[in-house]
């Protein structure tokens, strides 16, 4: 690791097989912790390469439990982390609706790295148990419409570097592979990004890929369609800029996205999404995330009709009659 760490030093780029192996040993624990800390500061303080990322991903991906749900053609909605805002459960939550709506998730997820609750802290909360039995997370997908893998029991080397993430408590380039790792390799994607540079990194990477996905980016610095600026989508057709008001939402505050400063305060805000109890500024977040997705999916949809689909499960209790049979599979 030393003669790695200098390489890195030096403002010297890894190969993807090096960045492969690399990933691979901090598994087999061949690394302490002040040196994998060091490995991951570097990531801090420059750009990741494709190169890297891709060599990052493929020891990930080669080390994972699988879980093959190929059959339900599903999704995965999830962003990055690190944006540093401590929004509410937002992709967890647009989860539920593309579910209610009748489209199939899988949902990869862990505990907030860099914010008071990631999904795995609201599902906790809700009584979820974590599992990475087949049958039953098959089952749930297949009777409820989504199944959620937590990251630690599908991928061992992000349960080996959980604690020193946690101490570090700033974003670190595992925020950058949690989106590409999902162990079911799911058929679509919509991912979110905290910034342009790594919004581009993601669609050179994807587009190696059968994915067929949507990376989303708030310019104002979100992880996610916050509906607070304009925002950029890329697919592998083109990028495109819109603004909350070309879509017919109105534009919200960074204190309507606020997540709390508990677990039980962000679940709190959660359910009221998902009840429809919600402020307009939250449920119109939810559903703008949703409506994406639904369209990655039917991409001959326009994203209006996909806003209506989004906005019906949630208005209708399809998206909150989701979540309650999903918990009840689960607990």
Partial sequence: MKDILYKLFEHQ??????????LQNITQGKYNDAQIASLITVFLMRS???????????ALLDMRNPVDLSEFDPIDIVGTGGD???????????????AGAGYTV???????????????????????????????????????????????????AMKAVAPIRKALGVRTFFNMLGPLVNPAIPRYQ???????????????????????????HSLDGYDEI?????????????????????LGFEKASENDLEGGDTVAEAAGIFDKVLNNEASKARKDCVIANAAFAIQVIDNHKTIEECIDIARESLESGKALNTFRKFCSLNS
């Fill in 13 to 22: 780029y890894l190969g993807r097989e090096e960045a492969r192996i690399i």
């Fill in 48 to 58: 990741i390469s494709v190169e890297e990322l891709i060599g990052f991903r493929d």
């Fill in 84 to 98: 540093g805002k401590n929004t509410f459960n937002i992709s967890t939550a647009a989860c539920f609706v593309v």
């Fill in 106 to 156: 899988v949902k990869h997820g862990n505990y907030g790295a860099t914010s008071v609750s990631g999904a795995s802290n609201v599902m906790e909360q809700h009584g979820i148990k974590f599992t990475a039995d087949i049958d039953r997370l098959r089952h749930s997908i297949g009777t409820c419409g989504i199944a959620y893998l937590h990251a630690p029991l599908f991928n061992p």
């Fill in 190 to 216: 919509l991912l979110g990004v905290y910034n342009l540079p790594l919004l581009r990194l993601y669609s050179y990477t994807l587009q190696e890929s059968e994915t067929r996905f949507a990376v989303v």
């Fill in 226 to 246: 916050s509906l607070t600026a304009e925002f950029k989508v890329a697919t592998p057709d083109n990028e495109k800029i819109y603004t909350p008001e070309s």
